[in-house]
């Protein structure tokens, strides 16, 4: 059951063809009634960038082009880059954070409700990180300040095993735990696109491991897991934006480079209006609904647990392996409360859904290309590196097309 299939009868309508494919197009006029609808005045679209030093990078530009379709959608004025501190006294703001915010940056800012930005508030910042996804190793082993193990504990059956630890000690003990049923996999809890990750298949593997990481990369959480075979990635979410609700699950590509890094190179995503309840009904593969019912039991737990979380962007990667005595396995890995590299296709589907309120689903890929191949004709070019000679571990090239035919698993 677990073996990639096809998809029948996913045959989606055409896509609209035109300018509304540019970044800079005007928004469809389905989306206009959008603020009248909420009673909003026209609000300031705001593009936060949280880490300095980044607003040159490939995410934070293709990050303001997705800002900006967000702000044509909603019927917004977009701004830029700009602090929220210089914005008018009166207007209201839409945020489009590069991560997840806590909530005093939320009160600041105004952010009180799901459409007031695209991403989430969290009650502690350690929430946001890959840090929840374990339990801590034993009772006594070092946690910040808001761990919930009940959540932990709620979390357990949707999971692969494993364990998140916040000092060298409590990280050596879970992962010799590991190491006596197959190689393990060790993540800093702040990594992101499969980087910070160490494969160790013995002690002395682990003891190198653990002697690189230092005491600041240790504080913020890393996770040991079970290493997989036949790994693939599904991703399972939801998005609140423009006055429509969409779901969606779909494959995740990832590459080698040249070099021998891994890369994301991707999502295929089939999207429908309304919540996760109306995505179980389509027809999917075995995989697909388990990963749809293992995301929304962690996404409803981390609701239930973590009080003062508001969520209007929520993607979980969720794997699909077997272990190395060949058991199927398939658990949540991590979530993004935050816009992230599917985002593309989130938005891109939305769109569809809110020029045509008859339609009810839509396929949507995104892609990253890391050579100089051109995008297909009537592709949304979210990003293009302007120089050959920039890093080679980066995308040359971003872009965002609906799918006339089915997504292959």
């Known amino acids: 059951m677990l073996t990639p299939s096809r998809l029948p009868g996913w045959n989606l309508p055409s896509p609209p063809r035109g300018a509304a494919h540019h970044p800079d197009a005007a928004a469809p006029a389905a989306a206009a009634s959008y603020p009248a609808q909420h009673g909003h005045r026209r609000r300031l679209l705001c593009f936060l960038v949280d880490a300095v030093g980044q607003e040159a990078s490939h995410r934070h530009v293709a990050y303001r082009c997705l800002a900006r379709r967000i702000a044509q959608l909603m019927q917004m004025e977009f701004v830029g880059d700009r602090e929220l501190a210089g914005t008018q006294p009166g207007r209201s703001v839409y945020v489009v954070p590069h991560d ?25 910042a350690f929430v946001a990180s890959k ?44 992962a010799r735990r590991l190491l006596q049923t197959g190689p393990a996999r060790l993540k800093e809890a702040l990594g992101s696109g499969g980087r910070s990750q160490y494969v160790v298949a013995d002690h002395a593997a682990l003891r190198e491991q653990l002697d690189r990481l230092d005491a600041d990369t240790l504080s913020r959480g890393v996770l040991v ?39 994301y190179a991707g999502s295929e995503l089939f999207c ?92 949507v890929r995104t892609v990253e290309c890391y050579d100089a191949s051109p995008p297909p004709p009537g592709a949304w070019v979210t990003y293009r590196r302007g120089s050959a000679a920039a890093d080679p571990t980066e995308p040359q090239l971003k872009y965002v097309q609906v799918m006339d035919d089915v997504i292959g698993w």
């Open 272 to 363: 429908v209006r309304g919540g996760m309840d109306v995505l179980q009904e389509a027809r999917l593969p075995h995989r697909a609904r388990l990963a749809i019912t293992q995301a929304w039991h962690f996404h409803r737990s981390a609701q239930r647990h973590f009080r003062g979380l508001l969520i209007s962007r929520a993607n979980y990667d969720v794997i699909v392996g077997t272990t190395i005595d060949g058991a199927p396995r398939s658990g949540v890995l991590e979530q993004s409360w935050r816009i992230g590299g599917a985002s593309g296709a989130e938005i891109e589907a939305v769109r569809l859904l809110a020029e045509d309120p008859r339609r009810t689903r839509a396929a």
């Open 131 to 174: 840090a929840i996804v374990h339990p801590r190793v034993s009772a006594d082993a070092a946690v910040p300040a808001g761990w919930s193990d009940a959540f932990a504990a709620q979390v357990r059956p949707v999971v692969l095993e494993g364990f998140t630890a916040f000092d060298r000690e409590s990280l050596a003990v879970a």
């Open 100 to 124: 997840s915010i806590e909530r005093d940056t939320a009160d600041r800012w105004r952010v009180h409700q799901r459409h007031h930005l695209f991403g989430g508030v969290v009650p502690h």
């Open 225 to 263: 897991e079970p290493q997989l075979q036949s790994r693939s990635t599904l991703s399972v979410g939801q998005v609140h934006l423009a006055g429509v609700r969409m779901s969606y699950c779909g494959i995740q590509h990832n590459l080698t480079l040249p070099c021998g890094t891994s890369a």
